[in-house]
C-alpha cells in the first residue's frame, strides 16, 4: 500500500532520540544541586540569623563580598574542570600574584599600572607553561599543578624575605595613589546612588564620628563587579559560542574531539591561562584593597574553588558543569562562611557546614541524573 503525499510529508520520530519532559529535562541540569543548597542556606539563615543584621545592608555587603570572592575563582576552576582538568596551584598564584604587585610598584618603585600588568602577563605564562607540561608529558594535571603550588609558594616566601625580610609587604595604598588602573581593582561604583539612598533613609548612614551622614554602605566594590563580568563572559563563552563546544568536547572524549578537529590542546592551555587569570584579578582586587600582600594570601584557595564547583554540578571527569552552578556553591561558601558568625555560632563549624553541603550537593546531583538517564 502506497503512502499519500500527505502521509509522505509527516516526520516520523527518530527510534535512536529519547524524549525528555522539560521537567525531567530541568532535574538534570548541573545547577540543581547548587539551587537546592542556596535555597536550604538562606532559610537556615533567615531562620537563626534573621535579626543579627545579617540581611540588613551592610550584612549583605559583607557576604556578597566574600561570596565574590569565591565567584571570580571559581569561574575559572569550572571552566578548566569541564575541559577536564584541575588547577592546584590557584591558592599559591593569589600569593604569588598579590606579592608581585607589591614588590613590584613598593620596592622596585615601578608604577602600580606597570606592576599590574606586568603580574597579569607573568601570571598568565605560568598558567601557560602549566597546560604545556599536562599536554607534553602526559602528567595528570593533578601532579603537575600540584607541583606548582609548592613552587609558586616557596617563590612568594622566597621573594618577600629576600627583598624585605619580611612576609608581609605594605604601603600599597601608597604607591596606588593618583594611579589610573588601581581603582579598576579596588574603587567603588554607584558611590552617588548609594549616598542618595542614605540621604533619603533607604539604607543606614553613621549616626556619630566623622563619617556621620555616610551610608554605612558607600557603593559596590569592584571585586563584585570583576565577579560580575568574569561570571558573565564564562557563562557567554560556554553557552553561546563554538569554543563553549570545544570546552564540553575537551573534557568529554578528548580522542574523540580531536578526531572531529577540536583543538584540544589550544583549548585545554587557554583554560589554565584564564584560571591564572581569574586567580591575579582575585589577588589585585586583595592587596589594593587591604594595602599590603602577604605570603601566606590564598591558602587552601585551590579547595575551595573546585568545591564551589562541584557543588554547581560539576563532575570530576570533566565534560559536564555549569558556570552559574559554580557562582550558586561560591555564594554558599560566602554565606555560610560570614552567617555563622552573625548566628554566633562557632567559627570552627564552617568547614563542618560546608562539607555537609558538598555531600548532599554531589549525592542529589548524581542520584536524580542516574534516576533520569537511566545510568548505572
Given at each position: 500500500?502506497?503512502?499519500?503525499?500527505?502521509?509522505?510529508?509527516?516526520?516520523k520520530?527518530?527510534?535512536?532520540?529519547?524524549?525528555?519532559?522539560s521537567?525531567?529535562?530541568?532535574?538534570?541540569r548541573?545547577?540543581l544541586g547548587?539551587?537546592?543548597g542556596?535555597?536550604?542556606?538562606?532559610?537556615?539563615?533567615?531562620?537563626?540569623?534573621?535579626?543579627?543584621?545579617?540581611?540588613?545592608?551592610?550584612?549583605?555587603?559583607?557576604?556578597?563580598?566574600?561570596?565574590?570572592?569565591?565567584?571570580?575563582i571559581?569561574?575559572?576552576?569550572?571552566?578548566?574542570?569541564?575541559?577536564?582538568?584541575?588547577d592546584?596551584?590557584?591558592?599559591?598564584?593569589?600569593?604569588?600574584?598579590?606579592?608581585?604587585i607589591?614588590?613590584?610598584?613598593?620596592?622596585?618603585?615601578?608604577p602600580?599600572?606597570?606592576?599590574?600588568?606586568a603580574?597579569f602577563?607573568?601570571?598568565?605564562?605560568?598558567g601557560?607553561?602549566?597546560?604545556?607540561?599536562?599536554i607534553?608529558?602526559?602528567?595528570?594535571?593533578?601532579?603537575?599543578?600540584?607541583?606548582?603550588?609548592?613552587?609558586?609558594?616557596?617563590?612568594?616566601?622566597?621573594?618577600?624575605?629576600?627583598t624585605?625580610?619580611?612576609?608581609?609587604?605594605?604601603?600599597?595604598?601608597?604607591?596606588?595613589e593618583?594611579?589610573?588602573?588601581?581603582?579598576?581593582?579596588?574603587?567603588?561604583?554607584?558611590?552617588?546612588?548609594?549616598?542618595?539612598?542614605?540621604d533619603?533613609?533607604?539604607?543606614?548612614?553613621?549616626?556619630?564620628?566623622?563619617?556621620?551622614?555616610?551610608?554605612?554602605?558607600?557603593?559596590?566594590?569592584?571585586?563584585?563587579?570583576?565577579?560580575?563580568?568574569?561570571?558573565?563572559?564564562?557563562?557567554?563563552l560556554?553557552?553561546?559560542?563554538?569554543?563553549?563546544n570545544?570546552?564540553?568536547a575537551?573534557g568529554?572524549?578528548?580522542?574523540a574531539?580531536?578526531?572531529?578537529?577540536?583543538?584540544?590542546?589550544?583549548?585545554k592551555?587557554?583554560?589554565?591561562?584564564?584560571?591564572?587569570f581569574?586567580?591575579?584579578?582575585?589577588?589585585?582586587?586583595?592587596v589594593?584593597?587591604?594595602?599590603?600582600?602577604?605570603?601566606?594570601?590564598?591558602?587552601?584557595?585551590?579547595?575551595?574553588?573546585?568545591?564551589?564547583?562541584?557543588i554547581?554540578?560539576?563532575?570530576l571527569?570533566?565534560?559536564?558543569?555549569?558556570?552559574?552552578?559554580a557562582?550558586?556553591?561560591?555564594?554558599?561558601f560566602?554565606?555560610?562562611?560570614?552567617?555563622?558568625?552573625?548566628?554566633?555560632?562557632?567559627?570552627?563549624?564552617?568547614?563542618?557546614?560546608?562539607?555537609?553541603?558538598?555531600?548532599?550537593?554531589?549525592?542529589?546531583?548524581?542520584?536524580?541524573?542516574?534516576?533520569?538517564?537511566?545510568?548505572?
Open positions: 500500500m502506497k503512502e499519500t503525499p500527505k502521509e509522505l510529508g509527516k516526520t520520530p527518530d527510534e535512536r532520540v529519547k524524549n525528555r519532559s521537567f525531567r529535562q530541568a532535574l538534570i548541573p545547577e547548587g539551587i537546592c542556596t535555597i536550604l542556606v538562606f532559610l537556615f539563615f533567615l531562620l537563626t540569623a534573621s535579626d543579627s543584621g545579617m540581611f540588613s545592608a551592610a550584612g549583605v555587603m559583607n557576604w556578597s563580598v566574600v561570596s565574590s570572592q569565591f565567584i571570580i571559581a569561574v575559572g576552576a569550572c571552566l578548566l574542570m569541564i575541559a577536564g582538568e584541575f592546584l596551584s590557584v591558592g599559591s598564584m593569589i600569593g604569588f600574584s598579590g606579592m608581585s607589591a614588590l613590584l610598584s613598593v620596592v622596585f618603585g615601578l602600580m599600572w606597570v606592576a599590574i600588568i603580574t602577563i607573568l601570571c598568565m605564562a605560568i601557560a607553561l602549566s597546560g604545556w607540561l599536562v607534553k608529558t602526559g602528567l595528570p594535571s593533578f601532579i603537575v599543578t600540584l607541583a606548582f603550588l609548592f613552587i609558586l609558594r616557596g617563590l612568594t616566601i622566597f621573594a618577600a624575605i629576600s624585605t625580610n619580611k612576609t608581609i609587604v605594605g604601603g600599597i595604598k601608597d604607591a596606588a593618583g594611579d589610573w588602573l588601581a581603582p579598576v581593582f579596588g574603587g567603588k561604583v554607584f558611590t552617588g546612588l548609594f549616598q542618595w539612598m542614605g533619603n533613609g533607604w539604607i543606614e548612614t553613621f549616626e556619630r564620628g566623622f563619617k556621620k551622614g555616610q551610608p554605612v554602605v558607600e557603593g559596590i566594590p569592584m571585586l563584585m563587579v570583576w565577579a560580575v563580568i568574569l561570571l558573565v563572559f564564562a557563562h557567554w560556554l553557552t553561546k559560542t563554538k569554543f563553549g570545544w570546552i564540553f575537551s568529554g572524549n578528548a580522542q574531539a580531536t578526531y572531529v578537529g577540536v583543538p584540544v590542546n589550544r583549548v592551555i587557554l583554560m589554565f591561562m584564564f584560571t591564572a581569574c586567580a591575579c584579578v582575585f589577588a589585585t582586587s586583595q589594593i584593597e587591604f594595602g599590603s600582600a602577604g605570603a601566606d594570601r590564598g591558602l587552601l584557595k585551590e579547595f575551595e574553588a573546585i568545591i564551589s564547583v562541584v554547581g554540578g560539576a563532575l571527569t570533566g565534560g559536564y558543569g555549569s558556570v552559574i552552578g557562582a550558586l556553591g561560591a555564594i554558599i560566602g554565606v555560610v562562611q560570614q552567617g555563622l558568625f552573625f548566628a554566633g555560632v562557632e567559627s570552627s563549624l564552617f568547614r563542618v557546614f560546608l562539607g555537609a553541603i558538598l555531600l548532599f550537593a554531589v549525592i542529589l546531583n548524581t542520584y536524580i541524573r542516574r534516576m533520569i538517564t537511566g545510568e548505572k
